[in-house]
C-alpha cells in the first residue's frame, strides 16, 4: 500500500496543529498515512515512504534547525528519494514572517533529493502557512496539502491491475 508520512517539528504545538490537518486531508485518499513528530522520526522512515510531508517553525525565514539537522543527514540516502513526493508547511509568527522562505528551504532540498512537489494555484501556492495557531483557512489548506500529496502518491504508486 501507498504511504505518506507526515514529519513535523513544534514548539508552540502550532506546527504539529497543522500536521493533524495535513494527515486528515491525506487520510482522504485511502492510503497509509503515518504522523511523526521529529523526536520519534528516523532517517529510514523517509525510505519506506512515497510521499514526504515535513512541518517546520519559521525560525529567521528558514526551517528550523532541527529539521534542517535531520535533512542535512538525510544525505546518507542521497538518490535514494528520485520520484517520491513532497510538500511543506510551516508556522510563524507574523505576516512577513518568513513563512514562504521556510517552505521553500523544504521544497529546495526535495528537489535536490529528487522529489516531485506540485504546487498549488489557488491559495497557498508553496504549501500551508499559519500565523501563530491555524485558523480555519491555514487548517483548510493543510486538509488540502495532505489530500494533494496522497493523491499524487496514490496516482504514482498504486498498480491499476
Known sequence: MAEVLIIYYSQTNNTKKMADFVKEGARKE????????????????????????????????????????????????????????????TSCHRIGGGGETALQSIINAFLVHGMIIQG???????????????????????RKLGKKVACLVKKLFTSTE
Open 30 to 89: 485511502n492510503i497509509e498515512v503515518i504522523c511523526k513528530s521529529l523526536d520519534n522520526t528516523n532517517l529510514s522512515d523517509l525510505l519506506r515512504a512515497d510521499g514526504i510531508i515535513i512541518g517546520s517553525p519559521t525560525h529567521f525565514g528558514a526551517m528550523s534547525t532541527p529539521i534542517k539537522a535531520f535533512i542535512d543527514k538525510s544525505i546518507k540516502y542521497y538518490g535514494k528519494f528520485e520520484g517520491k513526493v513532497g510538500g511543506a508547511f
Open 120 to 142: 498549488a494555484s489557488k491559495g497557498s501556492h508553496y504549501g500551508p502557512v499559519a500565523i501563530g495557531s491555524p485558523d480555519d483557512i491555514a487548517c483548510e489548506e493543510c
